[in-house]
């Protein structure tokens, strides 16, 4: 084989909470993770000479070795002393830094298509092992659909997560957001509300959106909208225009709203694109990494 094309999909969090930390800064959470059908389109083709190369259509992420990518390539590289050069080329949709797991999710899909390009024969926990030296996020990123994550967010537990077609609208507000930061501003004795993780879990399995979207929390919401005006404002706008529920995902900034009626959406993404640039109006999916061509 020598090239694959594969999508490599965002997450959203429908539920963050923060337990503790670890004393190697890490913290502890416990949160709920589902894949949507907002995807980068990656191309793994081989190429002569011993190197990695990455090309992308993106002027907001590294084309070197700060790359998740590069890494992730690297990683499989250097374990398995492939001498085989290799380009990743990344068509980016997913908002940069914006709390929808983007690096982690290209990591995700270039360690499943080296897999096959290298004809490694990794199995999926193989690869999900060596996904957790990138980033707390890759593992779930590999299988995507709906997930409790645990402990630094590896500890992965299927659940039956939103029905496949979920009307979910995304906006990332241009601004800029440090994850490290917003862990390190929080402050769990003034943390108000906590997610109920197992009811939502509960819900998700009674297929009750109205439920999950009017109960989800992300106890990291108050630190970034306390520096940003624009998550509760976009917040205000989807809820303005009928969404079951709205909320920011991961650290931020982006936030979603879940609707079960595609035009009352559409309105609030017209919206929304008035004042804000990256506005998708996508569904929920059960998939995560997908090799297709
Ligand atoms: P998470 O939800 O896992 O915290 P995120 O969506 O907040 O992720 P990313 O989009 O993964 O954040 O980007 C975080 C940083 O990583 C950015 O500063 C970006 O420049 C850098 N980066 C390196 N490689 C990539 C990549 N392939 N795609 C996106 N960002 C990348």
Known sequence: MNS??????????????????????????????????????????????????????????????????????????????????????????????????????????????????????????????IGLQLGADVPFCITGGSALAQGIGEELTNIHGLSEGVNILVCKPDIFVSTKEVYQSLDMNKVQKRPENQKLIESLKNDDIKYVSENMVNVLEEVTASKYKEIKQIEATMMKNKALGSMMSGSGPTVFGLFDNKEYAIKAKEELLIDYNQVYLVNSSNKGVEIYG
């Not at 002027?59 to 390539?73: G, R, T």
């Not at 374990?79 to 290209?106: C, T, Y």
């Open 4 to 129: 694959i094309d594969l999508k490599s999909r965002a997450k959203i969090n429908l539920s963050i909470d923060v337990l503790g930390k670890r004393d190697d800064g890490y913290h502890i959470v416990e949160m709920i993770m589902q894949t949507i059908d907002l995807y980068d389109n990656l191309k793994i083709t081989k190429i002569e000479g011993d190197f990695i190369k990455i090309k992308s259509d993106s002027e907001d992420i590294p084309l070197n070795q700060d790359n998740i990518v590069y890494k992730a390539a690297d990683i499989l590289k250097k374990r398995f002393n492939i001498k085989d050069g290799v380009e990743i080329s990344i068509q980016k949709n997913i908002p940069v830094a914006a709390g929808m797991a983007g690096g982690s999710s290209n990591a995700a899909a270039v360690l499943v298509g080296l897999n096959k390009v290298w004809n490694l024969g990794l199995s999926e926990s193989e690869l999900k092992e």
